[in-house]
T-cell receptor, first 114, second 114 residues
Framework: DAKTTQPNSMESNEEEPVHLPCNHSTISGTDYIHWYRQLPSQGPEYVIHGLTSNVNNRMASLAIAEDRKSSTLILHRATLRDAAVYYCILRSAPIIQGAQKLVFGQGTRLTINP | EAGVTQSPTHLIKTRGQQATLRCSPISGHTSVYWYQQALGLGLQFLLWYDEGEERNRGNFPPRFSGRQFPNYSSELNVNALELEDSALYLC?????????????FGEGSWLTVV
């Protein structure tokens, strides 16, 4: 499985933008980049995903490097409720026997200061 | 639409016993993933079921097993429980293809082994 690398922790202030980086230098051409976040004592929740182009939704934006070896999750105005562990994972296709483990790294623990 | 549901929410077992955890995926989803998350740690991939078959498993001993039923619900069994099996067990479901599909997680089952 292609692996991702994220900083262990990041800190930001409320109402400021946050840029969470993810490196995935071994990404293959058909791997989608997914971001999830996990609030304390909850299951992970979907944030955003993309393949090649930058993506925007109501929660965040995803900026994907031209060579696709890295991506950045952007929270435009962080709130205290955004404090969570953010996971960047790669989801491969087509389905290959033995693939699709959906391996999560340690993620980035985001702290938001009031 | 109901999300991924897991039961029980909490389970306390003694060492050596067996635990059974259940997961109902979102309607229409055929793939189910199981993860173990020990306190303060990341998600460790356990098992992946798709269309009723085990497609992949993580680095866990054989006493971790499971199955997927014809209605795509799934069961995780942990035999000969050990203290270090105490963790949050998360189930996730998704459509198998394409890989851009979102993965939805349940709220998890807390297993405590005493």
């Amino acid at each position: 499985d292609a692996k991702t690398t994220q900083p262990n922790s990041m800190e930001s202030n409320e109402e400021e933008p946050v840029h969470l980086p993810c490196n995935h230098s071994t990404i293959s051409g058909t791997d989608y980049i997914h971001w999830y976040r996990q609030l304390p004592s909850q299951g992970p929740e979907y944030v955003i995903h993309g393949l090649t182009s930058n993506v925007n939704n109501r929660m965040a934006s995803l900026a994907i490097a031209e060579d696709r070896k890295s991506s950045t999750l952007i929270l435009h105005r962080a709130t205290l409720r955004d404090a969570a562990v953010y996971y960047c994972i790669l989801r491969s296709a087509p389905i290959i026997q033995g693939a699709q483990k959906l391996v999560f790294g340690q993620g980035t623990r985001l702290t938001i200061n009031p | 639409e109901a999300g991924v549901t897991q039961s029980p929410t909490h389970l306390i077992k003694t060492r050596g016993q067996q635990a059974t955890l259940r997961c109902s995926p979102i309607s229409g989803h055929t793939s189910v993933y199981w993860y173990q998350q020990a306190l303060g740690l990341g998600l460790q991939f356990l098992l992946w079921y798709d269309e009723g078959e085990e497609r992949n498993r993580g680095n866990f001993p054989p006493r971790f097993s499971g199955r997927q039923f014809p209605n795509y619900s799934s069961e995780l069994n942990v035999n000969a429980l050990e203290l270090e099996d105490s963790a949050l067990y998360l189930c996730a479901s998704t459509q198998t293809n394409p890989s851009g599909n979102t993965i939805y997680f349940g709220e998890g089952s807390w297993l405590t082994v005493v």
